[in-house]
């Protein structure tokens, strides 16, 4: 079936710093979005991504769909405390399938 | 902010039980879906549901597994018979005409099964 590896599985980073987690799939992707959780909640949406190439932000996030459709990036500016939780990306695969990537844990040192 | 709400919000059960888990998807919404998440482990599709039927399932959604919108508002995932391996948070999601982004997660139901 359609996988979507995150790396990395968690990283730990001081406040103030930059972090930048990716997903790769060998499949092709329409759509690609990123979404955090929190413990025991579920997923947020934090980006959404419709077009190759296209490089979005919302606040400190920074979100970018490959030009290959199989991959994507997410890049975090200047990291608080409140940013802990885990982030997934996720590709859609017809109109109704969201495929979740393996989560990126980040734990943000103050 | 409109939000999905989910019931309860904490299932524990006897291997071998029906359980039947209830979600209110935002009222204007037309897609309803079921992800589950194994604890430490990915969000997992389920189902996808539209005009009154399944529009797709995974390999998970076996013969165990149904899904009904009893109602104008409700949106129910049963399973009939569970398992060990049932045990996990069961998120249920909608979406806005046109099949827009995936935005509305409820909070979850944590099934537990004994």
């Known amino acids: 079936g359609q996988q979507l590896n995150q790396s990395p599985q968690s990283m730990f980073i001081q406040e103030g710093e930059d972090v930048s987690m990716n997903c790769t799939s060998s499949?092709?992707?329409?759509?690609w979005l990123w979404y955090k959780q929190d413990p025991g909640e579920g997923p947020v949406l934090l980006i959404a991504l419709y077009k190759a190439g296209e490089l979005t932000s919302n606040g400190r996030l920074t979100a970018q769909f490959g030009i290959t459709r199989k991959d994507s990036f997410l890049n975090i500016s200047a990291s608080i405390p409140s940013d802990v939780g885990i982030y997934f990306c996720?590709?859609?695969?017809?109109?109704?399938?969201?495929?979740f990537g393996t989560g990126t844990r980040l734990k943000v040192l103050a | 902010e409109p939000e999905v709400t989910q019931t309860p919000s904490h299932q524990v059960t006897q291997m071998g039980q029906e359980v039947i888990l209830r979600c209110v998807p935002i009222?204007?919404?037309?897609?309803f879906y079921w992800y589950r998440q194994i604890l430490g482990q990915k969000v997992e599709f389920l189902v996808s549901?539209?005009?009154?039927?399944?529009?797709?399932k995974s390999e998970i959604f076996d013969d165990q597994f149904s899904v009904e919108r009893p109602d104008g508002s409700n949106f129910t995932l049963k399973i009939r018979s569970t398992k060990l391996e049932d045990s996990a948070m069961y998120f249920c999601a909608s979406s806005e005409p046109l099949a827009g982004v995936l935005k509305y997660f409820g909070p979850g139901t944590r099934l537990t099964v004994l």
């Open positions: 499949s092709i992707f329409n759509t």
């Open positions: 996720a590709g859609v695969s017809g109109t109704y399938k969201y495929i």
């Open positions: 549901f539209y005009n009154n039927e399944i529009s797709e």
């Open positions: 009222s204007n919404h037309l897609y």
